[in-house]
């Protein structure tokens, strides 16, 4: 089991998330208000802390959402999931379904940063039923 470490959003794309604290989960869309919310398989970006922290300890400066991620997870290493892996999260039910992404050449993100972790690490969820999350509440692999 693990936990939501941080909730982030942002309304347009290619641009850093903003810490939110809590927000609803949208059934095939996913985040409220989120740019990247939709009726596609990418809905939810998921990214582990350690991951965060890791880059941090070698010279990065980012906060939480620097990455365009949406859930930082702590106790779960997401990027090692299996396409179609379900995750409970309070009321609200995820479906892994994609692991890595290619990046832009052009995004703020790796203008500013230098270098993206999501092309390796980010994992991507769509939301199979419909919940408020907060941080700070458990996140748990379901079968």
């Known amino acids: 089991m693990g936990k939501i470490v941080a909730i982030c ?26 740019a990247h919310g939709g009726n596609w398989h990418r809905q939810v970006s998921l990214l582990d802390v350690q991951k965060i922290n890791d880059f941090n300890k070698e010279g990065g400066n980012v906060v939480f959402g620097d990455f365009g991620e949406n ?23 995820l479906e892994v379904t994609q692991i890595g992404k290619k990046c832009h050449n052009e995004c703020e993100i790796f203008h500013r940063v230098g270098r993206c972790i999501m092309p390796v690490y980010g ?14 509440i458990d996140i748990e692999l379901i079968k």
């Open 123 to 136: 994992t991507f969820a769509r939301v199979l039923k419909s919940g408020h999350i907060e941080e700070g």
């Open 71 to 93: 859930l930082v997870i702590e106790g779960i290493e997401v990027d090692k999931l299996p396409i179609g892996q379900k995750l409970q999260v309070g009321d609200a039910i």
């Open 9 to 34: 959003k942002s309304e347009k794309k290619g641009t850093a998330k903003k810490r939110i604290g809590e927000i609803n989960l949208i059934e095939n869309f996913g985040l409220e208000g989120d």
